[in-house]
């Protein structure tokens, strides 16, 4: 098996690494995309990962080791099926993600879940909604440096409840995005005008949980009491991702649905994807924006 790297030419063809990866490995030269390589779908098309990918798996993970300058990084393991983040299907939350991996025992066996998380009832179900085929299922799997995050956030380069694309709306917690995007924290809303810049509005939500990294994997926590009603994100922080908004929708051709997270003074991308339901109500998106309901709980992406 050979692994394709992000940043490669062959990593940039979707029917070899999905959606997802294809369209990091395109952004890597001109983004801070962390370092990573893809499992291929070729890899798992016999029935998911085998013991025979383990020295494989090995190798690339110490290059990635030198990459990082550590000796057992940490890693975020990310399914990307083959018709993921296209136009008209996204696939978000159908396919399993596992973050604070390290290890090539422990990489092989998130590979395994990831794989068997394309072939639940949850994602059968999903691909029937959408046509898609059950029968011809090709997933590939990101092994990517994990970011650790201090803010995290998700980005609309335009409004998906509305579909005013001069909107820009970014939700931010503190901590790992998996809180958000798995609806156990209401988001900070922000919402920038795309042609002059300026944040026309900022709701500061209290922030009561977050996610970071423990032994194995991640962990819900309580958010510091005072952190809960404190902006997630300065001025500068909210330029610089509306910033990347504008410049991922230039690049792209189509209006993005973007994960992003700050570790430091560091801005990096970690998704970027069309949004799909522009102008038909985004359940993340439609809770973070409606005022007055800012306790709900999110849906997850």
Not at 64 to 93: H, I, K, Q, T, Y
Not at 207 to 229: H, I
Not at 263 to 278: A, E, K, N, S, V
């Amino acid at each position: 098996m050979e692994v394709l790297w992000l940043g490669q030419e062959g990593c940039h063809d979707s029917a070899l690494v999905g959606g997802k990866v294809a369209n990091l490995s395109r952004l890597a030269a001109t983004h801070a995309v962390p370092a990573g390589f893809c499992v291929p779908t070729t890899a798992l098309a016999a029935g998911g990962p085998l013991p025979a990918l383990h020295a494989d798996l090995a190798r690339a993970y110490r290059r990635l080791a030198e990459m990082a300058n550590e000796s057992d990084p940490r890693v975020a393991v990310r399914s990307s099926a083959a018709d993921e983040d296209g136009r008209d299907a996204s696939f978000a939350g159908q396919h399993e993600t596992y973050l604070n991996i390290a290890g090539t025992d422990a990489i092989l066996d998130a590979i395994a879940r990831c794989w068997a998380s394309a072939h639940t009832d949850r994602a059968y179900d999903y691909r029937r909604q959408h046509g898609l085929p059950l029968d011809q299922i090709r997933l590939a799997v990101l092994v990517q440096r994990l970011v650790p995050a201090d803010v995290s956030a998700v980005v609309f380069s335009a409004n998906p409840v509305t579909g005013a694309r001069h909107e820009i709306v970014i939700n931010a917690s503190w901590g790992l995005g998996e809180s958000i995007v798995g609806g156990t924290v209401t988001p900070d809303t922000y919402v920038v005008d795309k042609v002059s810049g300026a944040t026309t509005e900022r709701r500061i939500a209290d922030k009561r949980r977050m996610t970071v990294s423990a032994t194995g994997g991640t962990r819900e926590v309580d958010v510091p009491r005072f952190l809960r009603a404190a902006p997630a994100l300065n001025d500068l922080q909210i330029s610089a991702i509306a910033e990347i908004a504008v410049s991922l929708e230039a690049t792209m051709g189509w209006p993005a649905d973007v994960e992003c997270a700050f570790h430091g003074d560091r801005l990096y991308l970690l998704q970027c994807r069309p949004i799909t339901t522009l102008g038909v109500e985004h359940p993340l998106a439609a809770l973070a924006l409606a005022s007055g309901r800012a306790g709900a709980a999110l849906t997850g992406m």
